[in-house]
């Protein structure tokens, strides 16, 4: 079977300047097949909320399939090229999920970018974080003031993750004179 799908793949008369639109399209769906394949059997997740590791990943995989789909490689060694890969990105991320440090390492760590509604201007600055984006992040997080935020990080997916603080107040409320003060605590 192996060398039927390679005759069909590249016949051995086909010079890599003469691939036609059937060969193509038929490469392009082998080398979808495996790499979703690869992929799953990898149990990868690279492209959900990917930090520039899975990044770097994708974009290595997207290079190496293309070259296969269009000849630019010799298509069974450009798909061994693809698995190798992504045996490598999963022996790295399994040694991050062993070891903080590696993962620290390999995928960055998270930033504080706001402590109880200040800002830190030099880590803004040197994640290159604008106010702007510091803000319209608050936003989205259903916050209209720095004041209602406990924390805000820079995640390492590159997102900016905010916490809401949790502020209490007192009040007195007098229900009959002859009743006691009862005082409730209110949380929002």
């Not at 909320?49 to 269009?70: M, N």
């Not at 045996?87 to 993962?103: D, F, T």
């Amino acid at each position: 079977m192996f060398e039927t799908l390679s005759a069909l793949i590249r016949p051995e008369w086909l010079h890599d300047d003469q691939i036609g639109a059937a060969e193509m399209a038929l490469r392009a769906v082998v080398v979808y097949v495996g790499i979703v394949l690869m992929v799953r059997l990898a149990k990868m997740r690279f492209m959900g909320r990917a930090t520039a590791f899975d990044v770097i990943v994708g974009i290595l995989l997207g290079s190496i399939a293309s070259r296969a789909i269009t000849g630019n490689a010799p298509f069974w060694p450009a798909l061994g090229a693809a698995a190798t890969l992504l045996a490598a990105h999963w022996a790295m991320s399994w040694i991050s999920y062993r070891w903080h440090a590696a993962g620290n390492i390999l995928k960055g760590r998270a930033t504080l970018l706001v402590r109880d509604g200040l800002v830190d201007q030099e880590m803004c600055e040197r994640v290159k974080v604008s106010h702007h984006d510091l803000m319209s992040a608050i936003r989205h997080a259903g916050l209209t003031s720095l004041d209602d935020v406990a924390e805000a990080r820079l995640e390492r997916s590159g997102e900016i993750s905010v916490a809401r603080c949790i502020s209490t107040q007192v009040i007195d409320v007098i229900v009959d004179p002859n009743v006691k003060t009862v005082r409730l605590l209110v949380s929002h």
